[in-house]
């Protein structure tokens, strides 16, 4: 009589893939490895589970392929008790690589200020690991049973390889089908909700104003309740004229922020007119520095950015910002990244309109400004010939997003021996890079009458996200490494790319200074180069710097 438990377990060992298991025994313990943020032991069990059955499923394709190829075989294949060895043998690195795993963690922390960590908790990342596995496994094997499934019965009207080929195919595109009609646009559609559901609420301690000259106070032509959770922030919050004149001690003026929300007009278009509207209507243009905001995916505009600018001009500033989406930042990039390349341009384009026609002796300093996606969509909303008769005064651009076009031109042709994490593009009068050293005081460099600063740390992975990381090695990891990058940070195929999108996605869980989270001292540096205040002695902006410091 047969004994059904052993028969099974038989079955099991008999299909699993040995070349599979160590290949993803190798692509867990790189998984282990540092990348450019510190991972908790959760986020590490996602990680490492998934680059488990990613190895392994590369093992059984490769092994498909070989056969496929009907290239020659080993005459026998491995018996029960050697698969029981394999098997061990994984464990064993599995559990050397989960030993040094705090080390390596350790690495990044430091580098960041971290406290350090005694363990990587080995035994709840392995479980984490192994159920992900097993689960994704499952998946695999079911999507590998319809292919069996289409692919035979294709095999009765066909060639016997066309049939496996013509089945991979279309498993391929109903598995792509399912994942981005439903699963993605399912969960796009709850995060939306979510988030605009979030946008709308009020939170404590954020009131209406009472100054007529701030957006959704009396006689504002935006409605307060239309300018969303981040709008309402923006407008509030930030430093007051009496704030900013007891610690310079000079004379200053009440900062001047306008904002527009999604709910505020039903168009891009119509919401940057709305916009120009309200920036005449407070007599914006009389200040002597105006800044045009793209926000990042939610809208939120950094406080750390706006509120230096304010400082170091005596109040004697207006920012413009427009929001375009709810989602965060890395969800846009991904799903509607044009969304606000357009909202950017149609700001741009009315206020350059109204700003131009202005007598250039008493028109206000024209300045961009952006974070993360904020500084993608600010790229995007001018061209070239349309400013170069009559140019603006300069940009800064923070944590730009990989795919930024003006970003990777630049860095793809910045000057020879200069590095991919703080690049030099040719004399600097143009185009500067700075991060948490003040890189930006080039000796020799004479800047010219547009400045553009990209303020971008080392340890961003919104800034450096390579998508062909998976079978290269990104440019920021050849030669010297950024001064907050793991020294133990090693280029592994596939698995480097998933540690790079995992970090992408957590990338504001980095310290303040780090990562995708960008300090106000830094943020002083980059908008002295960019604006050109004065009547800052060095003194003087390193007691502002420790003052927003804290």
């Known amino acids: 009589m047969v004994d059904l438990p052993v028969e099974r377990h038989r079955r099991i060992w008999q299909t699993f893939s040995v070349v599979g298991l ?52 080993p005459r026998r294949s491995p018996r029960l008790y050697g698969k029981w060895a394999m098997a061990l043998l994984c464990v064993a690195v599995a559990m050397l690589f989960l030993w040094k795993a705090a080390g390596w963690q350790n690495s990044i922390r430091d580098l960041m200020g971290l406290a350090p960590v005694d363990t990587a908790h080995p035994t709840k990342v392995g479980g984490i690991a192994f159920v992900l596995f097993l689960l994704l496994i499952g998946i695999g094997r079911g999507l590998s049973r319809v292919y069996f499934l289409i692919s035979g019965w294709l095999k009765r009207f066909m060639p016997r390889r066309v049939a496996y080929v013509l089945g991979f195919v279309l498993v391929g ?31 404590d301690g954020i009131e209406q104003p009472g100054d007529p000259l701030k957006t959704g106070g009396p006689g504002s032509l935006i409605d307060w309740d239309t300018l969303g959770r981040t709008g309402r922030s923006f407008v509030v919050e930030g430093p007051r004229g ?41 007599g914006a243009f009389e200040r002597s520095v105006l800044v045009v905001v793209a926000p990042t995916g ?25 929001q ?4 965060t930042s890395w969800l846009s990039l991904l799903i509607e990244p044009s969304y606000g390349a357009e909202a950017a341009h149609d700001l741009f384009r009315e206020v350059y309109a109204r700003w131009k026609t202005l007598p250039k002796e008493t028109r206000p300093k024209l300045y961009l400004y952006g974070l993360s996606l904020g500084a993608l969509s600010s790229e995007q909303s001018s061209e070239l010939f349309d400013i170069l008769a009559d140019p603006f005064q300069g940009a800064l651009w923070a944590g730009p997003p990989f795919n930024s076009r003006i970003w990777r031109s630049v860095t793809r042709d910045r000057n020879t021996g200069s590095p991919a994490w703080l690049p030099r593009f040719r004399d600097g009068s143009v185009v500067r890079f700075t991060a948490q050293e003040n890189a930006l005081d080039i000796p020799g460099a004479v800047w010219g009458p547009l400045r553009v600063v990209y303020l971008q740390y080392a340890s961003d992975p919104v800034v450096f996200f390579d998508p062909l990381a998976w079978y290269r090695r990104p440019a920021w990891l050849i030669g010297a490494r950024g001064p907050d990058v793991s020294p133990q940070l090693r280029w592994y195929p596939m698995v480097t790319f998933l540690q790079l999108a995992l970090d992408m996605a957590l990338a504001t869980t980095a310290p303040l200074g780090h990562g995708h989270l960008y300090a106000p001292e830094h943020y002083i540096d980059a908008w002295m180069a960019v604006t050109d205040p004065q009547g800052w002695p060095p003194a003087e902006i390193e007691r502002l710097k420790a003052a927003l410091a804290k």
Do not use: K, N
Request: net charge negative; aromatic share 12%; glycine share 8%.
């Open 22 to 73: 160590c290949l993803g025994t190798l692509f867990f313990a790189a998984s282990l490895t540092p990348s450019l943020l510190p991972r908790a032991y959760f986020v590490q069990g996602i990680l490492s589970g998934a680059s488990l059955a990613l190895g392994y499923g590369l093992g059984v394709f490769a092994v498909w392929l070989w056969r496929y190829l009907e290239l020659p075989e």
């Open 298 to 322: 939610t809208g939120w505009v950094d406080p750390e950015g706006a509120d230096t600018l304010e400082y170091l001009h005596d109040g004697d500033t207006v920012m413009v910002a427009q």
């Open 324 to 327: 375009y989406s709810y989602l």
């Open 242 to 282: 009496e704030e900013i004149a007891a610690f310079t001690g000079r004379p200053a003026l009440e900062p001047m922020r306008v904002y527009v929300g999604l709910r505020s007009a039903e168009s891009s278009a119509a919401r940057a007119r709305l916009a120009l509207t309200e920036l005449e209507r407070i």
């Open 173 to 203: 595109l109903l598995a792509a089908s399912l994942v981005d009609r439903v699963l993605l646009r399912y969960a796009l559609r709850v995060a939306d909700s979510a988030y605009a559901a979030l946008d709308a609420l009020f939170e």
